[in-house]
């Protein structure tokens, strides 16, 4: 058994979709009535045909419409199914405001089985008593994010450390792990310490047409998406039998 090494260098630039992630556009807006109150209405894209599927990492981008008292979600996978599955994603809060603005919302998630849906969940407070506030959500863009390893990093069935080379602020998917590059612009995994067998970089698409004006949950369905990926330079080390 050895040791290879390997590098793998991006130039930066706009690119295609499928070249790092692969957009999914069989989704459309929907609702969840709460089972505890009837006025409580909660959003939700729904994913058809192709479900989200375990073993897979994917992206979401979205914008959320403030209101003049905070929000908070909670963020999960969910079927059609009463008492199915649910898998808790992350908490998001929006601050209130006077002068409500959208504001941009974007994870990297992992699910552990299969799933049709996201929940937006917003959790309930005294404002609500008497009725329900409804939250404004763009669903601008849910892409599953590819890995590097098997088709751009070819020789390598897992990693067992790298270093990534970019600007402050690329974020990657490693292990189905959200990470961003911060501080001098490395990080590294060394000494053994993490095996890596999905690595991937993730940016969300350019131009799209995100109508601002809009007063309902819609979905985006501007087709092809393109992307800009600031330049990187991934070294990696792998076993050989």
């Known amino acids: 058994m050895g040791y290879d090494l390997g590098q793998l260098n991006w ?5 295609e979709d499928n070249t790092f992630m692969k957009y999914i556009q069989n989704t459309s807006p929907g609702v969840v009535t709460s089972a505890v109150n009837s006025d409580y209405i909660d959003q939700v894209l729904i994913v058809r045909e192709t479900l989200l ?8 981008h979205g914008y959320i419409k403030q209101q003049a008292t905070a929000q908070t979600f909670n963020i999960k996978l969910m079927n059609d199914d009463a008492g199915g599955d649910v898998q808790f994603i992350k908490n998001v809060t929006l601050e209130g405001s006077a002068n409500p603005q959208w504001i941009e919302v974007n994870f990297v998630f992992s699910p552990f089985g299969s799933f049709s849906k996201i929940l937006f969940e917003l959790q309930r407070t005294e404002v609500d008593a008497g009725h329900g506030r409804e939250a404004l959500i763009i669903y601008d863009e849910l ?6 390893i098997g088709s751009s990093i070819t020789e390598a069935s897992k990693l067992i ?11 990657m998917c490693i292990n189905g792990e959200e990470i961003s590059i911060r501080g001098k612009g490395l ?16 940016a969300p ?15 985006c369905t501007d087709g092809q998406k393109t992307r800009s990926i600031n330049s990187f330079s991934l070294d990696y080390m792998y076993k050989t039998v």
């Open 11 to 15: 130039n930066g630039g706009t690119v």
């Open 53 to 60: 599927a375990e073993g897979k990492n994917y992206y979401f």
């Open 143 to 148: 892409s599953e994010i590819k890995n590097l």
């Open 161 to 171: 450390k790298i270093g990534m080379y970019a600007k402050n602020g690329l974020t």
């Open 187 to 202: 990080y590294e995994i060394k000494n053994g310490v993490m095996t890596v067998s999905f690595i991937s970089v993730v």
């Open 205 to 219: 698409s350019v131009n799209a047409n995100v109508p601002w004006s809009t007063t309902e949950c819609i979905s």
